[in-house]
């Protein structure tokens, strides 16, 4: 039994890595199926060689685990499929959806009820959905109460003053029925886990950044960040001559490379790279990289797939340029232009860059291009304000089927 019980704690962390926990995942389709088939076989692989590695190393002779196992993964795939089916079909019914009013239609509440209507497993039914001049004229209190409305989600964009005194009162009927009534930003951001930056404005900012509330946190990061980099570098520092060798056999020029970024508070640093392009790649100033980009090399290639070309960072973590999660750093040239076009950009200078960030996990297959940056920043934005080191973990873990499906960069 005591062999088991760190199986079943890897089981627990593939199916997390696989995002079977994921509420957009739980739904019963051919995708989930198959992304639950490929977590337990992956399960399955890795408990055979740790039971294998276990047995041979004589600690267990005696125990011969292999019945076990094939009947734990049969019995437990089976049981698994059934039970999610079930969840799956059971939170998509009536009697567990939160009946669900929209006031104010925008893009982003279109959006929204547009993922609501998709994934019905997330909980949420949309009952009525009505503009900022149909609410002025119904009684919003006695819809609520016939259609036994759960939770209310509400927008004030557009609205005068007087018009929006008016929806107060409405809201403000609604606290004796125990009607959830939630702001749009806020339900934007618990459904997507991004912060949309058209709806919201300076008064966010000052409500939800304010970095003092996160100096313990801070420095706790900054701590864990020092240890796993100095751990790390001691693990991956013997291949860094084979990988330069590589390098410099598949094109001319050094191994290393360095580039400047814009870190913390817009502060300048040198962020340290194995080289993955060819020399002189940008004798004509700064670009953005492309897909099938004809100045990187065959070598190069691999290392940024595989994310190998970021290993020489560790050395911009310990000198406190950069931290493991964090908003991906940006260059300069696209820095300046980047604030001229999308609001609040400068703001994810608030916290250090990082090696890996919320955007990266959630945007693997994104582009180089202005309205790529806005989609990450909107990212960005929700790592800032829900930060802590559970999140940072949850990034840093499922960077790990990014690298291995060789998503993104």
């Known amino acids: 039994m005591r062999l088991f019980l760190p199986v079943f704690a890897v089981w627990i962390l593939i199916f997390y890595l696989f995002n079977l926990y994921e509420g957009k995942s739980a739904k019963n389709s051919h995708r ?22 276990a047995i041979t190393s004589s600690l267990t002779p005696q125990i011969a685990p292999k019945t076990n ?13 059934a039970w999610r089916s079930a969840c799956n079909l059971l939170f998509r019914s009536n009697r567990f959806l939160n009946n669900t009013i929209f006031i104010g239609v925008n893009k982003e509440a279109q959006d929204i009820i547009n993922i609501l209507s998709e994934h019905p497993q997330l909980g949420y039914k949309i009952i009525k959905v009505f503009d900022y001049n ?20 509400h927008s004030n964009q557009h609205q005068s003053e007087s018009e929006k005194q008016i929806i107060s009162k409405m809201l403000y009927n609604l606290i004796p029925l125990g009607v959830s009534i939630i702001e749009l930003p806020k339900f934007y951001a618990e459904i997507t886990k991004k912060i949309p930056i058209s709806i919201i404005g300076e008064t966010w900012f000052l409500e939800n950044l304010i970095e003092t509330e996160k100096k313990p946190y801070e420095t ?64 004509h100033g700064a670009q953005w990289t ?3 980009d004809a100045r990187v090399t065959r070598v190069g290639g691999f290392l940024r797939k595989s994310r190998i070309d970021e290993l020489p960072q560790l050395w911009n973590v310990i000198k406190g340029d950069m931290s493991f999660a964090g908003p991906r750093p940006e260059r300069p040239e696209f820095v300046s232009t980047l604030e001229k076009v999308i609001p609040y950009y400068q703001m994810r200078h608030l916290v250090r860059p990082g090696l ?50 060789r998503e993104g960069h």
């Open 32 to 53: 989930f199926y198959l992304n639950s088939a490929k977590a337990i076989f992956t399960a399955v692989i890795l408990t055979v060689i740790f039971l294998y590695l």
């Open 69 to 81: 196992l094939v009947l734990t993964a049969t019995f437990y795939s089976m049981f698994f499929f």
């Open 134 to 153: 149909d609410v002025l004229n119904i009684d919003i209190f006695k819809i609520a109460q016939e259609l036994n409305i759960n939770t209310v989600v």
């Open 220 to 283: 706790g990061k900054r701590t864990l960040d020092i240890l796993l980099a100095i751990l790390l570098a001691a693990v991956f520092l013997p291949f860094a001559p084979l990988i330069a060798l590589a390098i410099r056999i598949d094109s001319r020029g050094g191994a290393f490379y360095t580039q400047t970024r814009i870190g913390k508070n817009g502060k300048v640093f040198s962020l340290l790279k194995f080289r993955t392009m060819v020399k002189n790649a940008e004798v």
């Open 290 to 292: 492309s897909a099938n």
């Open 356 to 405: 890996t960030g919320w955007a990266q996990i959630n945007q693997p297959h994104g582009g180089a291009s202005v309205e790529d940056s806005l989609e990450k920043l909107q990212y960005d934005l929700y790592y800032i304000k829900n930060r802590d080191l559970i999140l940072d973990l949850d990034v840093i873990l499922k960077t790990i089927p990014v690298v291995l499906k």
